[in-house]
């Protein structure tokens, strides 16, 4: 997870003023050419990413542990419905709403909620089973949740397993459209929980710092995206979370309380659409 950590910083310490300040005399001479070399730089990380098979974005479970860590309760009935698992039919639908169960499971997991965590791991073995990988999310899994209930950095990093490995199958088996729908229906549903939490979550500094790192995360999605964007269940998706994006780009560096109600109506939408 610290490769994909890296992936989302280093882009961005290419591009800070220390570097072009540093290379000024250099860059008058070349004019456009270093810009163009730093695009190149990025285009290869990107690839090297995806080739690698690491989980690209920072996994709900770590979102999630933000929550917890500032003390936000657990909020009751947010989650995906179990029962919706069996309305899915398409392998797109299922890829999303794996990535989805696997943020509630974050989310009942770091929160102790023992019968929840039972519920959304069997949507998820079913789900996982008609993608071919049950042996991800299995009463290994759910053991070693339980056995680390009160140690939550270690139960983050069992939860990144899962994460990790259900990309890496994916991507192992040519199925890396599959891929990117799990990591976008995981950070959909990421984000959606965080904006649930309290009916006045603008009150909470900390949910404002989570809502606005999941701007970097949404460019960085959007990024190892473009290389899929012609397949239709990839592109699909990226129409659905327009309205998020459209959002994200107007913000500024902090949140106020216009903002979270706006990337909170765009986010219940396109979590609707996603579930159903």
């Known amino acids: 997870m610290k490769k994909a950590i890296a992936f989302v910083i280093l ?12 290379c000024g005399s250099c860059q008058n001479r070349t004019g456009g050419n270093e810009l163009k070399k730093v695009e190149i730089e990025q285009k290869e990380i990107i690839k090297d990413q995806i080739e690698k098979k690491v989980y690209p974005l920072p996994t709900s479970a770590q979102v999630i542990k933000m929550l917890s860590d500032f003390s936000v309760g657990y909020t009751i009935g947010i989650t995906n419905p179990v029962a919706n698992n069996k309305k899915y039919f398409s392998s797109s ?16 997991s770091l929160y102790n909620r023992d019968q929840e965590v039972i519920n959304i791991l069997a949507a998820i073995q079913y789900l996982a089973s008609e993608l071919n990988m049950s042996k991800i999310y299995n009463k290994d899994l759910y053991d070693q949740i339980k056995k680390n209930f009160d140690n939550r950095d270690t139960l983050v ?42 009916d006045a979550s603008y009150q909470y500094a900390g949910i404002s710092k989570v809502l606005l790192e999941q701007k970097e995360s949404l ?20 129409k659905a979370i327009d309205p998020v994006k459209i959002v994200y780009d107007s913000l500024g560096t902090s949140l106020t309380a216009k903002n979270i109600k706006d990337i909170t109506d765009a986010i219940v939408g396109v979590r609707t659409q996603v579930i159903l």
């Open 219 to 238: 460019k960085l999605f959007l990024e190892i995206t473009k290389p899929y964007s012609n397949d239709p269940s990839v592109s699909d998706f990226l």
């Open 93 to 108: 639908k299922r890829a999303v709403n794996l990535g989805v169960y696997g943020a509630d499971l974050s989310y009942a």
């Open 157 to 198: 990093k069992i939860l990144e397993g899962a994460f990790n490995n259900t990309y890496a199958f994916l991507t192992d088996n040519d199925q890396q459209p599959l891929a990117l729908l799990v990591v976008g229906g995981a950070w959909v549903e990421g984000i959606y929980l965080t904006t649930q939490v309290s």
């Open 11 to 22: 882009p961005m310490l290419i591009l800070s003023p220390a570097f072009f300040s540093s």
